[in-house]
């Protein structure tokens, strides 16, 4: 039974850690602005 508890605490770090990490881009990181042109074919307009 200790080893069982063993492997779900380690399990629960590393979900805590990833879950803290995805926080942490999801709130601290600003993505950059630009802006994007796209070609489309007339080929494709078709449809």
Do not use: C
């Not at 995805?22 to 489309?40: D, F, K, M, S, Y």
């Amino acid at each position: 039974m200790p080893t069982l508890i063993r492997i779900i605490v380690v399990l629960a770090l590393l979900f805590g850690a990833g879950y803290a990490a995805l926080w942490a881009l999801a709130n601290w990181v600003e993505p950059q602005e630009r802006e994007i042109t796209l070609t489309v074919q007339p080929e494709r307009m078709e449809r």
